[in-house]
């Protein structure tokens, strides 16, 4: 797996090294298993984290994006806690998105609690606007690119997903993905403050929000996404 962006089909980026995955990582084992490639951009080191050394994560965040098949996981290094959309953000992730040119792009709702996702949020969308602006970034050997679709996770409370994507099949498979960042969850005997993440029912309670929406949509368990753009749809009758 690399490190650094190549074409997929597939991108997803988090703020921090486990969002992606707690987000959607059982859409990723679908769509991996469906043959679309997949790449994987985290925002931040998570240095400001209660739990886990920078160096823990990289390797928790490494050995996730291994068992999601990823052809790679990048890293932008923005700081942890004060992620901004500043220009040079933006130009950055431009130049993922050029290098990567993928079909569709997810990430998180602009509402999201914190901080880092509402701006990592902000960096992306603005990000896919200028990537397809010829004149902008004249990065030589980078092409302009337009992506179908910009989606964002809707992981909170306050957000109505647009659709939901059965992700049955993946339930444990997406739960074995997520425990491979060890240190943000619970571990008997752990000395680490203890966060929202690493009380002994977040995944539990994670569990049966799938459970739950999966029910929404009449199968074992999904997640949900929201789409902000005027969907185009060509065949209602194939569509629905
Ligand atoms: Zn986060």
Redesign the pocket.
């Known amino acids: 797996m690399k490190t650094e962006p190549i074409p997929v089909d597939v991108l997803a980026v988090?703020?921090?090294p486990?969002?992606i995955e707690l987000s959607m990582a059982g859409t990723l084992l679908k769509l991996g298993a469906l043959g679309y490639r997949i790449g994987l951009v985290d925002l931040t080191r998570g240095e400001l984290g209660s739990r886990g050394t920078p160096a823990d994560r990289r390797a928790e965040a490494l050995e996730a994006a291994h068992r999601l098949d990823a052809a790679f996981r990048a890293n932008l290094d923005l700081p942890d806690g004060a992620v901004s959309a500043t220009e040079d953000a933006r130009r950055v992730m431009v130049r993922v998105i050029r290098r990567s040119r993928p079909k569709i792009i997810f990430t998180h709702h602009p509402t999201e609690e914190?901080p880092?996702?509402v701006h990592g949020s902000r960096i992306v969308a603005e990000a896919c606007h200028h990537a397809r602006l010829v004149n902008y970034d004249r990065e030589p050997g980078l092409e302009r690119h337009r992506p179908n679709a910009l989606i964002h996770f809707a992981v909170t409370p306050n957000v109505l997903p647009t659709f939901f994507v059965d992700i049955s099949e993946h339930f444990d498979a997406k739960y074995h993905v997520i425990t491979a960042h060890a240190s943000q969850f619970h571990r008997p005997g752990s000395r680490e403050p203890e966060t929202y993440l690493s009380k002994g029912d977040f995944l539990k309670q994670r569990r049966a929000t799938d459970i739950h929406r999966g029910g929404l949509i009449g199968v074992s368990a999904a997640e949900g996404f929201v789409v902000s753009q005027p969907l185009a749809v060509a065949d209602p009758v194939a569509f629905f």
């Open positions: 988090g703020a921090h486990d969002d914190h880092d996702h």
